[in-house]
């Protein structure tokens, strides 16, 4: 039997007796890419990391709307405005599909939920980025969205079945949303000098911040090993970097646009993109709350979740009227 809940960091809670027997049949059924479902047993660490991991992905979705919701009262032009609305809107989806996936594991939207309205839940420090000129929405979906999709494509195959069948929706959103970035930046690289110095702008400041996006390097990552062995993670963070840095370049260089790296070389040898050390201190400041828009994000949020008390009101008074009805 377990117990669940969130405890003050956020965490669940889960307290388990579990036999050696029980661990090694459960990492056999791993090992044989056997999906474990909601209602099988699993180690409590196991759900653990996952109500963590799958948590913060849907948060860091709610929060991702923000940048970019920024510019849809300001998009260029109609169908531009339309695409960026859908965008957002699927956004919006795949927070509620990562919940739902979330609640099969014992923990409920309302506590999670809490958990980052109280500030103890992380999101994806990219989101406390700035939205500053309309370039940035195509780099965004170029490359926010692009490492995404290479740190999702392999979720698909995660040993949680709920996760994993989320995945495989999300990613073929994702893939929309990137196409519709680099369709952006292409716009702006072809068009006059102006445009085309807004799109190497928005790269300049993008850039640094997507290569955080997979996380600490390999040697200081604390989850990975597990996460690898219970195969809810195929690649390590290292490597899932290298191979955006890899896809990515080339798009950059087809856009006529300047990576900004001055140690970024291909290595002809090995066929990859070496790239220069990443700024890790501005990397634990964002995630530590102070980056340029922590506030500022968890602030709207917050005010969001108050303003919009009353659809959920009306939405649990039909439930009620709805249930009372059944059962008269
Ligand atoms: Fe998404
Ligand atoms: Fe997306």
Not at 56 to 62: D, G, K
Not at 110 to 121: H, I, P, R, S, T
Request: charge should be negative.
């Amino acid at each position: 039997m377990y117990t669940q809940g969130l405890d003050q960091k956020g965490q669940a809670n889960v307290s388990e007796i579990e036999s050696p027997e029980q661990l090694a049949a459960f990492q056999a059924r791993i090992d044989a890419e056997e999906k474990i479902e909601a209602k099988d047993w699993m180690p409590a660490a196991y759900r653990r990391t996952l109500i963590r991991q799958i948590s913060q992905h849907a948060h860091s979705e709610i929060i991702g709307m923000q940048p970019e919701g920024n510019w849809l009262t300001r998009a260029p032009s109609l169908q531009r405005k339309a695409i960026l609305l859908a965008k957002v809107q699927d956004e919006a989806g795949h927070g509620l599909y990562l919940y739902s996936a979330a609640e099969t594991l014992g923990v409920s939207r309302d506590e999670m939920v809490q958990g980052l309205l109280d500030g103890k839940a992380k999101y994806s420090s990219i989101f406390n980025y700035p939205t500053l000129n309309w370039a940035d929405i195509g780099a965004i979906g170029w490359l926010v969205d692009g490492a995404a999709i290479m740190n999702q494509i392999p979720l698909c195959r995660c040993s949680y079945g709920p996760y994993a069948r989320a995945m495989i929706r999300v990613c073929k959103e994702e893939s929309f949303h990137q196409r519709q970035g680099f369709d952006i930046m292409h716009k702006l690289c072809n068009g006059t000098d102006d445009q085309k110095a807004m799109a190497q702008d928005a790269l300049n400041r993008w850039w640094w911040p997507s290569l955080m996006m997979f996380g600490p390097g390999d040697a200081d990552s604390k989850h990975s090993a597990q996460s690898m062995a219970w195969k809810i993670k195929r690649f390590s963070n290292d490597e899932l970097r290298q191979k955006f840095v890899d896809v990515t370049v080339p798009q950059a260089e087809f856009l006529g646009l300047r990576v900004p790296d001055d140690a970024l070389v291909l290595d002809e040898e090995s066929g990859h993109y070496r790239f220069g050390e990443i700024d890790w201190q501005e990397f634990h400041d964002v995630l530590a709350g102070n980056g340029p828009c922590n506030a500022q994000r968890m602030e709207r949020r917050r005010s969001a979740h108050d303003d919009n008390a009353w659809v959920r009101d009306a939405a649990r008074a039909y439930a009620d009227k709805q249930s009372a009805k059944a059962v008269a």
